[in-house]
């Protein structure tokens, strides 16, 4: 970037930065939503409340499918070549 482009450009300055922020921020939030190990957890932890008792079959099924459809989803994201 010459002298010129910098002096004229340097208005926008603050907007690049803004966006520059904005997009860390997203690549954040998309890498810990897309991270496989907390429905991992909350699979152990399901199958432990089925054990102890505190939920029945039904709910257990409801939520085991509502968690392994949430890790294909995370499997397909990753999968998926970036642009």
Same mark, same amino acid.
């Given at each position: 970037m010459g002298l010129l482009t910098g002096i004229l450009t340097f208005p926008?300055?603050?907007l690049r930065?803004?966006?520059?922020?904005?997009?860390? =921020?997203l690549n954040a939030a998309e890498a810990e939503y897309?991270?496989?190990?907390? =429905?991992r957890q909350a699979l152990v932890e399901l199958e432990r409340a089925l054990l102890d008792? @505190?939920?029945d079959e039904d709910e257990y099924d409801r939520r085991e499918?509502?968690?392994l459809d949430r890790l294909d989803e995370i499997t397909t994201r990753? @999968?998926?070549p970036r642009p």
């Open positions: 926008l300055a603050p930065t803004t966006l520059w922020a904005a997009e860390q =921020v897309y991270d496989p190990a907390p =429905v008792g @505190r939920i499918d509502e968690l990753r @999968r998926a």
